[in-house]
C-alpha cells in the first residue's frame, strides 16, 4: 500500500492556508522519515513554488511527483523544477469536460495520451489522476483508463466532490482491479464526511495507493486524513503498514500550526479528546483495564491518555486521588462538590489544572491537583 501525500499541495488549497517555503521543507521531511512513498507538489503555481519543489527534490528525489495538467508548459517547469515523476491529470466526467473544457471525450483522450507521451519522451515516470472520477461514466472511466495504462505507473481515481460511498468505493475499486493491468489508487475528498470510510473500502478492494493529507486539511470539506486511514489499516484492516505511526501527532501538530487551522478536540487519532477520559464508567473501566475504552495505546500515535474530572465523574477516579483512608462520606462529598463546580463553569478540570485555591474553597484534598 503506498501513500500519495498531497499535504502540500491539496492540503495547501485549503482557502487561508500558505504554507512557508520553510515549513514546507520541514513537513516534507517529516512525512518522508514517516514513510509516504510520495510527495505531491505543483511548481507550476507560483515562481516560489517551482523554488521550493526544486529544494524539495534535493531530499525526497524520485519520491516527490509534480502535478500538472495536461499541458506542456506544466511539464516544463516541472522538468525545470528537477522533477523525475509528474501527475498529469485530466477530468473524466462529461460534466468537467464539456462544461469545463468545452472539449469531446475523445479530444480530451487524445490530449492526455500526448502529454503522458511528451513527459515519457523527457524521461519523466508518470502518474495519472482522473478528476471527477466517480461521477463519470464508468464506460468512459474505464476505457481511458486501458488506453492509458501501460504508459503510468499509477492512475489516480479522484473523488473529487467526495460523492463515493464505501460501498460504491468497494465496488468500483472491485471492477477496475479485474479490467485494469497499471497499480491504482484513490485521490478522496471528504465532502460528505466519508473520505476515510471510501478510502479504506477501496483499499480493501486492491487499490494499490491511496492519496490523503495530514489532518484531512484541503479544498472545502478536506481530503482523506492519512494518520486516520494509517491507523485504521492496522488497528482494523490488519495492514502491515511500513510507517512510523508514534510521528502522527507530531506532524498533525506542525500542520495545525503552520495552517492555522485549529483541530477539533474530537479529531480521531490526534485530536486532545481522543484518549481522554471523564465518565465515570469509562473511568473505572480505564483504571481497571485501559483496553475497555482504548483501541490501542495512545503512545503507538505519540498521543497520551488522560483522565480529566467533572460533572460525569465517579467514585472511582475520587477514591484513587483520595486514596483508601478517605471515608465514603468524604469521597462522595468531593464528588458533589467537582460535578457543582463543573456545571456552574461547565468545563471539566484535568488533575494538573484544578486550582489549589479553588480546591481549598470548595473542601477539595490537596491531592487531587498533579
Known amino acids: 500500500m503506498g501513500i500519495h501525500d498531497t499535504t502540500l ?11 512557508s517555503p520553510e515549513e514546507k521543507v520541514i513537513l516534507a521531511q517529516k ?4 514513510g509516504v512513498d510520495i510527495i ?11 523554488r521550493v519543489t526544486r529544494e524539495l527534490v534535493g531530499i525526497a528525489g524520485d519520491r516527490l511527483s509534480a502535478t500538472c495538467r495536461a499541458k506542456k508548459s506544466d511539464i516544463d517547469i516541472a522538468m525545470r523544477a528537477g522533477a523525475s515523476r509528474v501527475t498529469l491529470f485530466a477530468p473524466m466526467s462529461d460534466l468537467h469536460i464539456t462544461a469545463k473544457l468545452g472539449i469531446t471525450r475523445e479530444e480530451n483522450l487524445k490530449r492526455s495520451l500526448e502529454m503522458i507521451e511528451y513527459a515519457r519522451s523527457h524521461g ?3 502518474d495519472f489522476a482522473g478528476e471527477d472520477s466517480t461521477r463519470a ?8 483508463i486501458k488506453s492509458v495504462e501501460r504508459k503510468v505507473e499509477v492512475f489516480f481515481v479522484a473523488d473529487t466532490l467526495g460523492c463515493l460511498t464505501p460501498h460504491a468505493s468497494y465496488r468500483m475499486f472491485s471492477l477496475l482491479k479485474k479490467a485494469c493491468s497499471c497499480r491504482l489508487g484513490l485521490h478522496a475528498h471528504n465532502d460528505f464526511g466519508m473520505a476515510t470510510a471510501n478510502t479504506l473500502e477501496a483499499l480493501m478492494a486492491g487499490a494499490d495507493f491511496f492519496s490523503g493529507t495530514f489532518t484531512g486539511i484541503g479544498e472545502r470539506s478536506g481530503n482523506a486524513p492519512i494518520e486516520e486511514v494509517c491507523t485504521a489499516m492496522k488497528f482494523i484492516g ?4 511500513s510507517v512510523d505511526l508514534g510521528m502522527l501527532k507530531e506532524i498533525c501538530d506542525m500542520v495545525e500550526s503552520f495552517s492555522g487551522f485549529r483541530l477539533q478536540p474530537h479529531k480521531p487519532i490526534v485530536g486532545k479528546n481522543s484518549f481522554r477520559h471523564e465518565s465515570g464508567i469509562h473511568v473505572d473501566g480505564m483504571l481497571k483495564d485501559p483496553r475497555t475504552y482504548e483501541n490501542f495505546d495512545p503512545s503507538i500515535v505519540g498521543q497520551k491518555r488522560g483522565i480529566v474530572i467533572g460533572k460525569h465523574s465517579g467514585r472511582s477516579v ?6 483508601n483512608r478517605a471515608s465514603d462520606e468524604k469521597v462522595d462529598s468531593v464528588l458533589r462538590n467537582i460535578k457543582t463546580l463543573s456545571e456552574s463553569r ?8 484544578l486550582d489549589l485555591g479553588i480546591a481549598h474553597a470548595e473542601g477539595l484534598p490537596k491531592k487531587i491537583m498533579n
Open 9 to 19: 499541495r491539496d492540503g495547501e488549497q485549503a482557502p487561508g492556508v500558505v504554507f
Open 31 to 34: 512525512a518522508l522519515d514517516f
Open 40 to 50: 505531491d507538489m505543483m511548481p507550476c503555481v507560483s515562481e516560489s513554488e517551482e
Open 124 to 126: 519523466l515516470k508518470v
Open 137 to 144: 461514466d464508468m464506460g468512459y472511466l474505464l476505457a481511458f
Open 238 to 241: 490488519n495492514n502491515g503498514i
Open 318 to 323: 475520587i477514591r484513587k486521588l483520595m486514596g
Open 346 to 353: 461547565k468545563v471539566s478540570f484535568s488533575l494538573r489544572s
